[in-house]
């Protein structure tokens, strides 16, 4: 193997070396909207079913 090969070898392992960085610095990003958004989704879910409850309970007094 000539000098030449080793060196494309590097520069390849360094492009997937940085392909791996960016997708695991955007798959944590995914992460925290997905996390941020189900809690929204929590918070909504509550108040809606509270509000439910709520009007339930009206309607049956």
Do not use: P, W
């Not at 000098?3 to 070396?17: C, F, N, P, R, T």
């Not at 997708?23 to 918070?43: E, P, Y």
């Amino acid at each position: 193997m000539s000098s030449g090969d080793a060196g494309g070898l590097d520069a390849q392992a360094i492009a997937v070396e940085a392909i791996m960085t960016q997708a695991a610095s955007r798959h944590a990003a995914q992460t925290r909207v997905t996390i941020d958004f189900l809690f929204v989704c929590d918070r909504y879910a509550a108040f809606s079913n509270d509000g439910l409850a709520g009007v339930a309970q009206k309607g049956s007094h």
